[in-house]
């Protein structure tokens, strides 16, 4: 069973930046899929940003492409997510997602039913 604690959390005026960091642990994978998720009231939860078990490919919404920036610390078992340029669409909450790579699988090809993991969201406001 894996754990996932989210924070760095926020309300920042537009243009302004924020980083959330999600912490993974009591994985007894060898390798997990990781991914940024957010949900706006009224909305479907979208993929934000996927990076793939070998931590080197990413995947973005086209909607923060050149904004956000999705990152890993293996050595802490966390993934990051780098959000600059914020804009009132991007108020929503944020959630950490994990789940077993599987041989022959693309992480960035996964959707949010394809985790198995989730962490309880943290909320950003841009304002």
């Known amino acids: 069973h894996v754990q996932l604690v989210e924070s760095g959390g926020g309300s920042v005026q537009a243009g302004g930046s924020l980083r959330l960091s999600c912490a993974a642990s009591?994985?007894?994978?060898?390798?997990?899929?990781m991914g940024w998720f957010r949900q706006a009231p009224g909305k479907e939860r979208e993929g934000v940003a996927l990076?793939?078990?070998?931590?080197?490919?990413?995947k973005y919404a086209d909607s923060v492409k050149g904004r956000f920036t999705v990152s890993e610390d293996n050595a802490k078992s966390t993934l990051h997510l780098e959000m600059n340029s914020l804009q009132p669409e991007d108020t929503a909450t944020y959630y950490c997602a994990a789940t077993p790579w599987r041989h022959g699988s693309s992480c960035t090809s996964h959707r949010a039913t394809d985790f198995t993991y989730w962490g309880q969201g943290t909320q950003v406001t841009v304002s």
């Open positions: 990076l793939d078990a070998d931590g080197t490919t990413t």
């Open positions: 009591g994985s007894r994978y060898s390798s997990l899929c």
